[in-house]
């Protein structure tokens, strides 16, 4: 039978990819993590040193770029040729220039299809895709799509948890800049129509999982 798509959108640092992911396996579902994608490809134009800003030499690229991306949320990798790059695409230097690469609309086109082939072909009975465009470009007929949000103060938050005071301001600023680069490619700040928004801005991680879950259950 076909997969059930669960479409999830949202900024950075709302949470998005381990509630997805633990929505995946609470639902028996695989995980689909579109924002890996393109953090693999900056990756490879970094080491074959291409600059991502010049978008006729990232879509010559596109052909060799060879990877690979685990949709079992108790199995997450991905991989680029024969590297393991699972860690390595959440550096820094890889983040400062993903929304360089995400901004040209063959970059998005060529990877769309790719993702729409991953959703079809799971084994699962459905498949939890998250990322920035999911509910609207890559999967808009989706029986189930959501907005996942968060205060910025929340967001930021999150993310700097572990960091002394000083990183914490510099990875605001550098959650705020790509969120700002990003908007300007897909609004994933707005639900769009038929679009459920969940806020987790006063709940925690658990209570966000059961929050989405509950989505799914409803529309399903
Ligand atoms: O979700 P994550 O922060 O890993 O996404 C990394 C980057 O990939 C985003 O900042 C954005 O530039 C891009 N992206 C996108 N469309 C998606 C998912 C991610 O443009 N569906």
Redesign the pocket.
């Known amino acids: 039978s076909v997969p059930v798509i669960v479409a999830i959108d949202g900024p950075?640092g709302s949470g998005?990819?381990s509630v997805s992911r633990a929505v995946a396996r609470a639902l028996g579902f695989a995980y689909l993590d579109?924002?890996?994608s393109?953090?693999a490809l900056s990756w490879h134009l970094m080491v074959r040193g291409i600059d991502a800003s010049v978008a006729a030499d990232v879509i010559a690229e596109l052909p060799d770029f060879d990877f690979r991306i685990g949709t079992d949320p108790d199995d997450y990798y991905v991989r680029v040729g024969s590297a393991d790059v699972t860690d390595a695409i959440r550096e820094p230097r890889v983040t400062g220039v993903?929304?360089l690469v995400?901004r040209i609309p063959e970059v998005r086109r060529w990877l769309n299809e790719r993702f729409r082939a991953i959703m079809a072909a799971t084994p699962f009975d459905g498949i939890v895709a998250e990322?920035?465009?999911?509910t609207t470009v890559?999967a808009p007929d989706a029986p189930v799509r959501i907005l996942l949000t968060a205060s910025e103060d929340a967001r930021m938050a999150r993310r700097s948890k572990e960091l002394t005071s000083e990183s914490a301001a510099a990875v605001g600023e550098a959650l705020r800049s790509?969120d700002k680069a990003?908007s300007r490619?897909?609004d994933f700040m707005n639900a769009a129509d038929g679009v459920t928004t969940v806020d987790s801005t006063d709940l925690d991680f658990d209570q966000t999982v059961s929050a989405v879950v509950d989505v799914v259950q409803t529309a399903r």
């Open positions: 950075a998005k990819s579109t924002g890996a393109y953090r993903v929304s995400a990322g920035r465009d999911i890559v790509r990003d490619v897909v």
